[in-house]
């Protein structure tokens, strides 16, 4: 949530300025308040009545137009601001950014404010590629703009090319990313791994779980809204890329070792939300298997305990899937891999543990205390899993050599 949070969100004057209404919207959803200026050419392109209404506040169009509540406009925008976002941003609004020109309510606020600018171009290829944007928009990111690449696709043009903004997700995702900055898990890296990994049989087939990577994904980008470094390690999803966030794709559980054994030097905990799998099979066969028999036996083995082997110094904490004696199972597992915390995990109730957005969890402690959570949203499920980490920090962590 973004309670108490401002974002002065800027639209330019391009065809992409009907996206902001989107961002807007999710923006006022997360309650932050959504405070939008429009230079004249982005009202040819959405009028302010829609954002007015989105966000159910008055929409700044010109700098000497009054806002009662505010004294001089732009300075009142500019201080109140937690970060500006100029969504979509034309190739005119960054070279008078560039330039320093202050001369529309807009420039004014970006050149008064203290707060994080961030900037998602959306503009005709050839506009984007020419040097002159190039150079300007270097020039905004040697001052600390924050820039959100546009991508290939389709443009106003019918041409394809690199111009398009970026995904609504992917900017709001960066704004919250910005919003957490300085949050309590600011200066930690947490690695999170997250989905059901895959065992291949042969080259179509393998031996997967009904894990969807949402609690994974839900833990990682709640972790990044706090402020710290995240690296998720995922075995294959459907979810869409998160923004701000290291990704690692990995398919079956040796890769993930792998991936995490890579990631955790530099972390201060290890999240495994990643439903690996036990067993693999002793080998993939090299060609498609065909129904020649009339039963087939598949032999599988070991496949490694990432949790219970990765070494290092960081705060381990473990998810168990359990269809019957919840805590009991799950604190043999807190004591059997040296976790720091289990989340034991009702997979009985239809609405909690795989492919559903909510989870009804236990939050398990070395101490042996026991917090059982009510039917949240993952994305609940995972801040009250990270206050018990910020809490953990205090208290050093277990090295495993
Ligand atoms: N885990 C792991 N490597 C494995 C299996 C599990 O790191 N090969 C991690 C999971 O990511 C999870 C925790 O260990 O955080 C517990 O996983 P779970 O499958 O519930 O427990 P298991 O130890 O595999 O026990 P069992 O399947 O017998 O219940």
Redesign the pocket.
Known sequence: MLTQKTIVLGITGGIAAYKAADIASRLTRAEARVEVVMTRSATEFITPLTLRTITGRPVVTEIFAPIPEFNITHIALAEVADVVAIVPATANIIARLAAGISDDVLTCVVLATRAPVIVAPSMNVNMFENSVTQDNLNKLKARGFIVVDPRYGRLASGKMGVGRLAGVDEIVGIIKQVLGRGGDLAGKCIVV?SGGTQEPVDPVRHLGNRSSGKMGYAVAEAARDRGAKVKLVTAPTSLPEPAGIEVVHVRT?VQMRDAVAEAVPEADALI???????YQPKSAAANKIKKETSTLTLELVR??????EVKGSFLRI?????SQDLVE?ARK?LEG?RLDLIVANDITDKDSGFGVDTNKVTLIDKQGNAEALPLLAKREVADRILDKVVGLFGKGRTVVN
């Open positions: 791994t559980a495994m939300a990643a439903a690996v799998a036990d496949t490694p305990d990432i949790l219970a473990g998810f168990a899937a359990e199972n597992k891999k």
